[in-house]
């Protein structure tokens, strides 16, 4: 009997739950974190899917497309079929607004469609004029309450064990006639769902606060009514505050650990910043392959 123990139970860590269940069916498989669903950094984010390397630093273009890609796969299978209302995958057609040319971005080639716009495009939508160029893309945004949910779902219903333990060693805004995604290179995103707008953001590097800000908030509501007036008159129903733990380059490998008790098989995959949702299966996917190379060469009754 094969145990495996997956810690943390955010997008990252109950993808790999689940994608290592499908891999080894006859295994005992368990996730432990301490924080789950409404604690978890992923349950408020925006969820759309367009990864670039400005983002996941460190990653080769090549693996990055990798991971993308069977991400894509999966996700475009959700949202394409009857599981998009369970998995809050959703298609979604939007605009990527930037004050500076910019290079056609890896994921062009990967979702549905990706063009540049025209000024006079622009110009038409009323875009503020210090965005020069635009481009209209249709992608996927994950409704992450429902992906989250759906995961666990899976997970328990294929027999895995949940445990409550800590290992030791943007807001939220009712705008039911804004339909179409906005994302800017001056971090103002406007994330329309099945439920609710989730606009934002802020990068703070080093702040670990998980207190709203009012002055934030203001900052996140005045810019992206700048770029999208059309917001106005939203009814703010939350604010959240969420993490993104990110590693220079995301730590995705294995390594066996030398204990007191015996050897420790151990698969890392953490680290993706904004890219979370977006690379979860793709990373996952590949965790999967490390656990089956470490199964299959180092005897241990534990991983």
Wanted: glycine share 8%; hydrophobic share 40%; aromatic share 10%.
């Amino acid at each position: 009997m094969v145990h495996i123990t997956v810690i943390g139970a955010g997008v990252v860590g109950l993808s790999s739950a689940v994608s290592i269940q499908r891999a080894f069916p006859g295994a005992t498989v368990k996730v432990v974190a301490d924080k789950f669903y409404d604690e978890t950094t992923s349950i408020g984010a925006g969820g759309i899917f367009l990864p670039t390397l400005k983002n996941i630093p460190g990653v080769p273009f090549e693996t990055l497309k990798r991971w993308s890609e069977t991400s894509w796969k999966a996700y475009s299978r959700m949202a394409t079929t009857d599981l998009a209302s369970t998995t809050g995958h959703t298609v979604s057609h939007g605009y990527l607004f930037h004050t500076t040319k910019t290079e056609i971005p890896l994921y062009a080639n990967i979702v549905f469609s990706f063009r540049e716009m025209l000024t006079e495009e622009l110009t038409r939508l009323g875009v503020d004029t210090r965005f020069k160029y635009g481009y209209e893309i249709t992608t996927i945004i994950t409704n992450m309450r429902k992906y989250l949910s759906w995961l666990m779902t899976q997970f328990t219903e294929n027999g895995g064990v949940v445990e409550k333990r800590k290992i030791g060693s943007l807001s939220e805004v009712e705008a039911p006639w804004v339909r179409d995604w906005i994302y800017t290179d001056t971090m103002a995103h406007i994330l329309p769902s099945d439920d609710f707008t989730v606009i934002g953001g802020v990068k703070d590097k080093d702040n670990w606060s998980m207190t709203p800000d009012s002055s934030v908030r203001q900052d996140i509501m005045d810019k992206c009514l700048q770029v999208w007036p059309a917001l106005k008159g939203a009814k703010v129903i939350g604010d959240w505050v969420g993490l993104r733990p990110m590693r220079n380059p995301v730590r995705l490998e294995k390594e066996v650990v030398r204990l007191p008790e015996g050897m420790l098989k151990v698969v890392h995959n953490y680290g993706h910043g904004s890219n979370g949702i977006a690379l979860s299966w793709g990373t996952a996917v590949e965790a999967t392959d490390m656990v089956k190379d470490l199964i299959s060469t180092i005897p241990s009754p534990k991983l």
